[in-house]
C-alpha cells in the first residue's frame, strides 16, 4: 500500500550574485530523476524511484516556488508558526525542469546564513518535502532496480546545509546534481562517488579549486594546524618547569623555616640550662661559661646533628660535633680550636651565600679541605649546593649529597 513520507535530498548551490540590498541570489539543482539510496532509522537502506512523470509534474515544480529557506533542516515541517523561526531566505517563484533536474533561484536574506555560503561552510541545498510512497520494486527503463516509487511530491523546505555530512566527496562543489544524496526521516545520507571541482576556505577567501590541488591545499592546511599545536605544547610544557621551580622554591623556604624553628628549640634547651647554672654559687663564672657556650650554639646549631640535645657542652666540644655531622667523621685529635672554627666558619659562610653561590658550583669539581682552611671557598661552594636542595634535612642525606651529588673526595683530615 502507498503511504506519504518525509524525504530530505541533496543538490548544490551552483550560481551567485549579490543584490543592491545584500541579499545573495543563488541558483540549485534542489532534485533530480532516477533512483536515490535512502538510509532509514533503524540503519537499512532502501533504493528508491524518482520517475521523470512525476519530479516533472507541474504540480511537484510548483512546490519549490516561493518555499521558505532554512539554514539546516529545523526538526518540524515548516508551517504559519514555525516558518518565522527558521526562515533565512526564500525560493524564487520561476521553477524550471532541465535535463532531469529540478533548478530554482533561492534568494538569501540572512547575513548568518550568507556569510555561511559565501564562506564555503554551506554549499548544498537539501529540499525537505513529503511523498506518496509505493513500495512496489521494479526496474528503470535504465536497467536500475529499485524497491518502491515515489510519487506526488510536495516541497516544504530548502534547507541550506554544511558541506561533508556524507563523507569525502561531500566536500565537493559539483557543477551538477550527479552526486544527489538523500535522507529518509533526517537520517543520514550515502554518497555515491564523483570527482569535481572542490571550495576550500584560505585565511577568509573562499577558493574553488580542482579536487586534487584542493586536497593537497587542505594538507597543508592541518600539517600547519599540527605544528602550531606542537608549538602550543612546548609552552604549556615550559609553564610547566616554571611552575615546577616555584614549587621547588617554595619547598626551600620551608625547609630553612624548619631550620629557623631547630634553632629556637636548641636556644629553650639552653635558656633552660642557664636556669638551673644560676643556682649555683658560683654565678658569675658559670654565666660567663655559658654566655660562650650560647654564643657557640647559636652559631653552629644549623650544622649541629638533628637529633642534638644539650648537655652542657663547651664551645670546642659543639664543634666537634658539628665537625662529624658535616664530614661524618671526627676531627683529628690534635686539631686546634682555630682550625676547627676555619673549616665551620667556611661551611657557615656557604650557607648564608646560597643564592650568589649556587650558579657557579662547577658539577665535577673535587676539594680536599686543607688543615690550615686555606681552601675554604671550596667547601663553601660545595656545601652552597647541599644546603640549597636538602637544608640538611638529616646526616645521612646530608652525606649522600656530598659523595653522590658532587663526587667530592672527603678523605681528608685522615
Not at 37 to 47: K, N, P
Not at 263 to 285: K, M, S
Not at 322 to 335: G, I, L, S
Amino acid at each position: 500500500s502507498m503511504g506519504q513520507v518525509s524525504r530530505y535530498d541533496y543538490g548544490h548551490v551552483t550560481k551567485s550574485e549579490t543584490t543592491d540590498e545584500g541579499y545573495l541570489k543563488v541558483w540549485c539543482k534542489a532534485a533530480r530523476t532516477g533512483t536515490q539510496l535512502y538510509t532509514r532509522g533503524d540503519g537499512t537502506q532502501v533504493r528508491e524511484y524518482r520517475p521523470k512523470d512525476e519530479v516533472s509534474k507541474p504540480e511537484s515544480l510548483a512546490s519549490f516556488g516561493m518555499k521558505a529557506v532554512t539554514l539546516g533542516h529545523p526538526s518540524v515541517l515548516l508551517d504559519t508558526e514555525t516558518t518565522k523561526l527558521h526562515q533565512v531566505g526564500h525560493a524564487g517563484s520561476h521553477v524550471r525542469f532541465t535535463d532531469g533536474f529540478v533548478e530554482v533561484a533561492l534568494v538569501i536574506t540572512d547575513q548568518k546564513a550568507i556569510d555561511a555560503i559565501q564562506r564555503g561552510d554551506s554549499q548544498e541545498v537539501s529540499a525537505g518535502y513529503r511523498v506518496d510512497y509505493d513500495p512496489t520494486p521494479g526496474v528503470t527503463p535504465e536497467g536500475e532496480a529499485y524497491d518502491g516509487i515515489q510519487r506526488n511530491i510536495l516541497v516544504n523546505h530548502i534547507a541550506i546545509v554544511s558541506k561533508g555530512r556524507a563523507g569525502r566527496q561531500a566536500r565537493l562543489l559539483l557543477d551538477s546534481c550527479d552526486r544527489n544524496d538523500a535522507v529518509a526521516d533526517i537520517e543520514q545520507p550515502s554518497n555515491s562517488p564523483v570527482t569535481s571541482m572542490a571550495r576550500i576556505n584560505l585565511d577568509g577567501l573562499d577558493i574553488e579549486l580542482p579536487a586534487d590541488a584542493a586536497s593537497t591545499v587542505q594538507s597543508f592546511i592541518r600539517e600547519t594546524g599540527r605544528t602550531q599545536t606542537e608549538l602550543q605544547q612546548k609552552l604549556d610544557s615550559a609553564e610547566a618547569q616554571y611552575q615546577s621551580v616555584t614549587i621547588e622554591k617554595a619547598e626551600l623556604q620551608e625547609r630553612s623555616d624548619a631550620a629557623a624553628g631547630r634553632i629556637q628549640e636548641l636556644e629553650a634547651q639552653l635558656a633552660d640550662a642557664v636556669a638551673q647554672a644560676e643556682q649555683r654559687d658560683d654565678t658569675a663564672e658559670i654565666n660567663d661559661a655559658v654566655n660562650k657556650r650560647l654564643e657557640a650554639l647559636q652559631k653552629f646549631g644549623p650544622i649541629l646533628p638533628e637529633d642534638f640535645k644539650f648537655d652542657g657542652q663547651d664551645e670546642a666540644g659543639l664543634m666537634k660535633m658539628a665537625y662529624q655531622n658535616v664530614f661524618d667523621k671526627e676531627a683529628r685529635e690534635d686539631a686546634s680550636n682555630d682550625y676547627l672554627l676555619g673549616v665551620l666558619d667556611g661551611v657557615l659562610a656557604a650557607m648564608e651565600d646560597i643564592e650568589e653561590d649556587q650558579e657557579e658550583v662547577k658539577a665535577d669539581s673535587e676539594f680536599v679541605p686543607e688543615e690550615d682552611g686555606s681552601n675554604v671557598g671550596e667547601v663553601r661552594a660545595a656545601l652552597a649546593q647541599v644546603q640549597a636542595a636538602e637544608k640538611f634535612d638529616s646526616q645521612a642525606s646530608y652525606r649522600e649529597r656530598l659523595l653522590n651529588g658532587w663526587k667530592n673526595d672527603l678523605t681528608a683530615h685522615s
